[in-house]
């Protein structure tokens, strides 16, 4: 993908819309029988619904999983959100780290055009 394909489809209105704060409460039994259903969700391929049960029950394993998803399918901003909602510092260090290369290769090819 070139680099201007990439910067057109930045969103507007920011990269990121994170939050950790939970809406409703749920008993831990709830929440055990979601994270199983968001794990058998995410082994069968269903990932977006996976990742509406691992944000509501903040389970970290399954945000890790799903951030590691979205970076291997070239989906870098959505696997930084799921870095932080983890939270996985390492994570979202190392892909920090990768986009900086990125952009810092993108410089050094403008400045020699």
Known sequence: MKKENILDSLPRTGFLKISREQETE?????????IRRGNELFNAGEYETAKRI????G?????????????????PLEALRMYYLAPAPDKK????A????VIRKWIIEDKKE
């Open 54 to 57: 691992f944000i509501t029950t």
């Open 98 to 101: 990768k986009v900086s290369a």
């Open 26 to 34: 749920i008993s831990s039994s709830q929440k055990s029988v979601l």
């Open 93 to 96: 260090e190392e892909l920090l």
């Open 59 to 75: 389970y970290t394993d399954g945000l890790v999983r799903m951030g590691c998803y979205y970076e291997k399918n070239n989906n």
